[in-house]
Each structure stands twice: as C-alpha cells, then as structure tokens.
C-alpha cells in the first residue's frame, strides 16, 4: 500500500464509505491503489493484464467494504482479497515463461559485445531488459511460491502479516518463501552480472539477440516508462547502482515502485462520482 496507508485510519474511513460517504472511498483509494497494481503487475507480469486485475480488486473491495469487521488490519483485509482473486484470474500474457526458457534464451543471447545501437537507444533497451529479465524470474515461480515471495520480499510484509494475508500458518509461508528464494538464488548465482559481477551475462550483450527474436522493441518499453516512484530520473540512478547490490532481494524488488496508471485512477474516480455502486446510493 502507499506510505499515506500509516497514517490514515483506514477502518474508520471504510465505516465511512459504507455508509455512502464519496470522499472516503474515494481516500480508501488513493491510498491502496498503487499498492495492489504493483502486487498484480509483479504477478501477472504485464501492465495491461494488472490493470485489468487491479480493478476487479478494488471493485471488490468497495463492494465489500460494509463486510470488513476489523478482526484483522484494513490492509490485511484488503491484500487478502487481492491475493485470492489475483489466485483466480486467468494466467497472463507473460506467465509462460519458465527458469528452463529463461536460461536457453539467456545463454543463446549473450553476445560477446554489447550493442552497437546508439548509446541512448542501447541503455534504454538495456534497462529494459534487466526489468523483464528480474520480472520473468519472478514469474518462473509457481504462483504459490510467487506470490509467498512477493509478499515478503518484493512488498516488505513481515512474515507473520502474510502468512494470515494467505490464510496459512507461520512455518507453511516460511518454507514457501524458502524455496522462491532458493530458486531464484540458485538462478541468479549461475548467470546474473547485476547480481554478481563475476557471472557471464550482461543485459547490455542480450539486447541485440532480444529486438532480432521479438522479445523486445525499442517503441514498447513498458517497464521502464511505466509510471513509478521513485521519478524517471531517479529510476535511472537507481537502475545503473543496483549493480553494487548482492542481495536477492534488491535484485528481484528492481530500483522502482510502479504506480497504478493514470487511465485505471481515473476510470475509478469515475466510476464513484457516477454512483453506480450500491454503496454510494443512500
């Protein structure tokens, strides 16, 4: 959820927009909206298919708000309903892939210089392509695994926290996330120069083989002009240092938090102010 979720006091506001209270669903929103899509695009591993996600999820959850009983944080109500339908949503576009695919095309596609393309045109297409590589690592895991990783190493949950969010006990999520760390460790260790700079591969000398096969153009970068905190610029400082971490998670979490687009926030706001939810017509 966004940094705004610590000091708004979410419960009484759902109260609130139970009751038909506009402006409190729509802080409800504000607040969780970027949290969720970040949770669906990490997921599902396409912007287009986490927008879709991403609101059925908070259709869900305005919907709902007038069941919320506080026997558990708002946010653990609300990740709760986002992890069990993003469980039910059809597999998406990029959830192909697998570490056996990803390793051929890795070691297929490394040449040994890096693209001759012009310097802004090879660095944009070079970041690009460490963000698909990081995000199609993720989505090589089962989505059990996937989505126990996510929680707690992509969006910082405690241990505790997700394992109540995924309705399991303590030592069930700590041997799920042992074993998505383990395999994308295992994956990471053999290959990846941003997480070794003693390993092979260098997403500089992947570009070309890349645009020549299809996995990548240089007119659809998704990921890198994807609305993000931190700004773009800082995403390109953050993006050139993540080459000092060693650590998996800072590998696979990437140097951005990505925001919920523009067309989903507005088409909710819309959707409030035409009151067409049950909610708002008292």
């Not at 506009?22 to 986490?50: C, F, N, S």
């Not at 800082?234 to 650590?247: C, I, K, N, S, Y």
Request: proline share 4%.
């Amino acid at each position: 959820m966004s940094a705004d979720t610590d000091t708004v006091d979410l419960a009484e506001l759902a109260r609130e927009a139970a009751g038909g209270d506009k402006a409190a669903a729509q802080t409800i929103l504000d607040t969780i909206q970027d949290g969720v899509y970040e949770l669906a695009l990490r997921m599902l591993g396409h912007p287009a298919d986490a927008e879709d996600a991403t609101q059925e999820i908070l259709i869900i959850v305005l919907t709902h708000l007038g069941t919320f009983r506080a026997e558990s944080t708002f946010k653990t109500w609300v990740w709760r309903i986002a992890v069990n339908q993003l469980a039910r949503v059809r597999r998406g576009r990029r959830e192909t892939i697998t570490f056996e695919v990803l390793d051929d095309r890795l070691r297929t596609g490394l040449r040994e210089e890096p693209s001759e393309r012009s310097d802004p045109e090879a660095e944009a297409l070079a970041r690009e392509l460490r963000l698909r590589c990081t995000e199609a690592m993720i989505l090589s895991l089962d989505r059990e695994l996937r989505i126990a990783y996510l929680l707690g190493d992509v969006m910082n949950l405690s241990g505790q926290n997700a394992a109540e969010i995924l309705e399991i006990d303590a030592a069930t999520y700590r041997k799920r996330l042992s074993r998505a760390r383990d395999r994308l460790h295992g994956f990471l260790r053999q290959w990846c120069g941003v997480f070794d700079p003693a390993n092979p591969c260098r997403c500089a000398k992947q570009v070309d083989c890349a645009v020549e096969r299809g996995l990548l153009a240089p007119d659809d970068l998704y990921l890198t002009k994807h609305p993000a905190r931190p700004t773009p610029a800082a995403l390109d400082r953050a993006a050139d240092e993540v080459t000092g971490f060693v650590h998996l998670a800072e590998v696979m979490r990437g140097p951005s938090t990505y925001l919920a687009p523009d067309g989903l926030v507005n088409g909710l706001r819309e959707l409030l102010d035409s009151r067409r939810l049950e909610l708002l017509r008292t």
